[in-house]
């Protein structure tokens, strides 16, 4: 059976190359090449490539263009480089006081070798540029004060050790004999909230002659005790009550 099978099949493979052979070529669904319509139809190879090369001749312009801005920019640049770098620069510490600065610039000079030295040496030493700034100080001074005038101020006052209070206030009341009560105002400013605090105070002054009356501005100063209350005296008037 197998072999019937094989038969049959290779005599189905010529027949269908001979049905292909006789059917012909096959006909293709366009135009054959060569005939008029496509030579019409499709443009010559030349022109395609000049197309094509006016696009990227239009992107080769600018950046033709770009590159005189960029070569302005680098002149620019390295003109800004030249000024920074001829611009003093600012020295670190500037803001510090002038001690800080003395200091940092103080360190930055070169050191000095010494010989070694004991330390009395160098005690000595100290003391020695000690005694040299004093006696510069010293007639530093001493030009300042012979150089200075005496100026034409107010004189000063002359003052007394144990010199007597003296107050100036209202009479209040004049009823006790030869006695009158004063009321002194005092007006000061507060230390902390700085704002004007008025007081007032009331003492007995002695009035030999009775001048003084209720409503009067006096003057009193301060005197022994004359009584158990009274260690004031009256000086005088200074205005009569209306």
């Not at 190359?17 to 008029?36: F, K, L, M, Q, R």
């Not at 033709?64 to 920074?84: G, I, Q, R, S």
């Not at 002659?209 to 005296?233: C, F, H, Q, Y």
Request: proline content about 10%; aromatic content about 2%.
């Amino acid at each position: 059976m197998a072999d019937e099978e094989k038969n049959e099949n290779v005599e189905e493979t010529p027949q269908d190359d001979s049905n292909e052979s006789a059917a012909g070529p096959v006909a293709e669904d366009g135009p054959p090449a060569d005939s008029p319509e496509d030579a019409s139809s499709t443009p010559p190879a030349e022109d395609t490539d000049g197309e094509s090369e006016e696009p990227a001749a239009a992107e080769e312009e600018p950046a033709a263009e770009e590159e005189p801005e960029a070569e302005a920019e680098e002149p620019a640049a390295e003109e800004e480089a030249a000024a920074e770098a001829e611009a003093p620069a600012a020295e670190p510490g500037e803001d510090l006081p002038w001690k800080e600065r003395r200091r940092l610039a103080r360190s930055r000079e070169p050191a000095e070798t010494r010989p070694q030295r004991s330390p009395e040496e160098r005690a000595a030493e100290r003391a020695g540029t000690r005694k040299a700034n004093a006696a510069a100080r010293r007639r530093f001074r001493q030009g300042r004060r012979q150089d200075a005038t005496a100026g034409t101020g107010t004189p000063p006052a002359e003052r007394h050790p144990n010199a007597a209070k003296m107050r100036q206030g209202v009479v209040v009341s004049d009823k006790p004999d030869k006695t009158i009560i004063v009321r002194i105002d005092i007006a000061r400013r507060h230390p902390t909230y700085e704002k004007i605090v008025r007081r007032s105070r009331t003492l007995h002054a002695h009035d030999e002659r009775n001048e003084a009356g209720e409503g009067d501005i006096v003057r009193v100063i301060e005197t022994r005790p004359l009584s158990r209350s009274k260690r004031w005296r009256l000086v005088e008037v200074i205005e009569k009550a209306r």
